[in-house]
C-alpha cells in the first residue's frame, strides 16, 4: 500500500489517539522481533489500518501493556502487544513491499527499489513460503498490471482493478473462514480508491520521469499537475467520489467492535481528507506525525 490509509487526527478522540499509536507501535515491535531491528522503518499507516481490521474480522480484542520505545528508551507508553494477528499483518506487509519495490525498479527508480528489495528479501522468503497462493497472486496481478503500463491503457477501471484485487485476496487469506463479501467489497474500492489517488498524488512525478500513468494516457494535454486536474476536475472528482462513495455505503454494512472510532475516523474523515489534498481541495500538510 501506498501510505493514504491513515486517520484524520484533528477529527480523532483522544482515546481513539492513544489506540491508534499503541497499534502502529506494536506493529514496529512486532517488526523488530520478527523480523530486524532495520525493518521497522517499514512501520505504516497501511499495515496499521490492516492489523486494525483482521482484530476486528477475528473479534480479539487488543491487549495493551506499557513500554519503552526505541526511540524514547526513557519513557513507557501504551503499545498493543503483537499477537498471531499482528505476525500475519507484517507477513502480508513483506509481501507487498517486496513487490512495491519490484514495481518501483521497474519505474526506473531502480537505486530506491533495490534498496526497499534487499531490506524486505529475508521476510519475503520466510512470507511466500507461509503464502505461496497469495504470493503467485500478488506476482500475477503486477505483471498483468505491467503489461497495461506497455500497452498505455486508457480504462481506470482495468488497471485499478489489479491493486483492488490485491488487498482483497490479502485480507481473503489473512481471515480465512471469517472471509465476507461485504469485506471483500470494502477493501477492494480501497484497494480501488489507493490507486487511483496514488496516480493523481504523482501526476507531476510520472510525466517528468516518462512513467505511465493512467490519467495522463486518458485525458492528455498535460502541463502540470494543478493545470491537469483543473482542466479534467469534474471527471476526475467523479471517479473518485464514486469509489469513496462505494467504500462509505459498504463500511456501514460491517461491523466493527474493536477500534470502531478508528474505523470510522478513516473511513469518514481519513479517506476524505487525502482526497482533497489530492485534489487540490485543501493545502498539502507532511507534519502529521503520531
Not at 67 to 94: G, H, Q, R
Not at 240 to 256: C, P, S, T, W
Request: hydrophobic fraction near 35%; charged fraction near 30%.
Amino acid at each position: 500500500m501506498f501510505g493514504y490509509v491513515f486517520v484524520d487526527k484533528p477529527n480523532l478522540l483522544i482515546k481513539d489517539y492513544s489506540l491508534y499509536r499503541a497499534y502502529y507501535c506494536g506493529i514496529c515491535k512486532c517488526l523488530g522481533k520478527n523480523r530486524s531491528q532495520l525493518m521497522r522503518i517499514t512501520t505504516s499507516y497501511d499495515i496499521t489500518f490492516l492489523d486494525i481490521l483482521l482484530h476486528n474480522v477475528f473479534k480479539k480484542t487488543p491487549v495493551l501493556s506499557n513500554e519503552v520505545c526505541i526511540l524514547n528508551p526513557f519513557k513507557k507508553k501504551p503499545i498493543v502487544k503483537w499477537d498471531d494477528i499482528t505476525l500475519s499483518s507484517i507477513e502480508a506487509n513483506d509481501l507487498l513491499m517486496y513487490y512495491k519495490a519490484v514495481d518501483m525498479i521497474a519505474d526506473k527508480d531502480k537505486l530506491k527499489g533495490k534498496t526497499l528489495k534487499n531490506l524486505v528479501k529475508k521476510g519475503y522468503k520466510k512470507s511466500r513460503k507461509k503464502y505461496p497462493q497469495l504470493d503467485e497472486l500478488l506476482k500475477k496481478q503486477y505483471e498483468k498490471l505491467s503489461l497495461m503500463e506497455k500497452e498505455k491503457e486508457t480504462s481506470i477501471d482495468k488497471v485499478a482493478d489489479c491493486f483492488a484485487v490485491i488487498l482483497t485476496e490479502t485480507v481473503k487469506t489473512l481471515s480465512k473462514e471469517r472471509f465476507t463479501y461485504d469485506l471483500g467489497q470494502f477493501c477492494y474500492y480501497i484497494g480501488k480508491w489507493i490507486y487511483i489517488i496514488d496516480a493523481l498524488d504523482d501526476l507531476d512525478k510520472d510525466f517528468n520521469s516518462g512513467n505511465y500513468n493512467v490519467f495522463i494516457e486518458r485525458c492528455g494535454n498535460f502541463k502540470n499537475k494543478k493545470q491537469f486536474i483543473d482542466d479534467n476536475r469534474t471527471e476526475i472528482e467523479f471517479i473518485v467520489a464514486g469509489v469513496y462513495n462505494q467504500i462509505k455505503d459498504i463500511f456501514e454494512r460491517l461491523k466493527f467492535d474493536i477500534g470502531d472510532g478508528i474505523m470510522t475516523n478513516i473511513v469518514w474523515y481519513g479517506l476524505n481528507t487525502q482526497s482533497l489534498i489530492v485534489l487540490g481541495r485543501l493545502p498539502e500538510c507532511r507534519k502529521t506525525r503520531l
